[in-house]
């Protein structure tokens, strides 16, 4: 089955900086990687996805770029602020069907971003 | 627009007590539902997927259940609670769009077990 990889694990960051944060994946039929933002106590939310038919898609300061050949995709956020600062998890959906198991996405562990001021 | 309503937010058990955690739904309908749980400082793990009434799926071996009584309405319960069943529980609503299966959070309950 699929399986996605983040990193780093954690990442600080002075504001103003840019932060990267990678995801591998393993299933190459998967075609659809969101990115969610979870702030402390809340319930992850999403934040920009890319389909597999594109390769960059930005949204103001935020950026995802996917590499299909290699499997890997990342997040960009430019321009850091401190709320910024939350956990990021990235997922990768395994196939084109959704709803159940099929549909379901695998998440990466997260990662915490700090954004110091 | 879709609206998930997941209540209580908080809750503290005494081990061996019962659970029951609600989520409702609001503006969508035949929605496909999940339940997630967040250990502390931890990933997403999946417990459970509904894509209908009465039809649950369960993805691990665990001391929870989970039922849908109604379209939009699913429950997680137990009949006695474990020390590791502590844990951040998040109901989601998941929906088809151009073939990519998009989840929407709700605001999650928060479950110390004692």
């Known amino acids: 089955g699929e399986n996605v990889e983040q990193h780093p694990s954690t990442l600080s960051v002075q504001e103003g900086d840019s932060a990267v944060i990678k995801c591998t994946y393993s299933?190459?039929?998967?075609?659809?990687f969101p990115w969610y933002k979870q702030e402390l106590g809340k319930g992850p939310q999403l934040i920009i996805d890319i389909r597999s038919n594109v390769g960059e898609k930005k949204d103001q300061r935020i950026a995802v770029t996917l590499n299909k050949t290699a499997k890997h995709f990342s997040l960009h956020i430019t321009e850091t602020q401190p709320e910024d600062s939350a956990v990021y998890f990235c997922?990768?959906?395994?196939?084109?069907?959704?709803?159940?198991?099929?549909?379901?996405?695998?998440f990466g562990k997260g990662t915490k971003l700090s954004v110091k001021p | 627009s879709q609206t998930i309503h997941q209540w209580p937010a908080t809750l503290v058990q005494p081990v061996g007590s019962p659970l029951s955690l609600e989520c409702t739904v609001e503006g969508t309908s035949n929605p496909n539902l999940y339940w997630y749980r967040q250990a502390a400082g931890r990933g997403l793990q999946l417990l459970f997927y509904s894509v209908g009434i009465g039809q649950i799926s369960s993805e691990v071996p665990q001391n929870l259940s989970a039922s849908r009584p109604q379209d939009r309405q699913f429950i997680l319960s137990s009949k006695k609670l474990l020390l590791s069943d502590s844990g951040f529980y998040l109901c989601?609503?998941?929906?088809?769009?151009?073939?990519?299966?998009?989840?929407?959070f709700g605001a999650g309950s928060r479950l110390t077990v004692l």
């Open positions: 989601v609503l998941g929906q088809g769009y151009s073939g990519a299966n998009v989840l929407t």
């Open positions: 997922a990768a959906s395994p196939n084109n069907n959704y709803g159940g198991s099929q549909g379901n996405l695998i």
């Open positions: 299933d190459s039929a998967s075609n659809y």
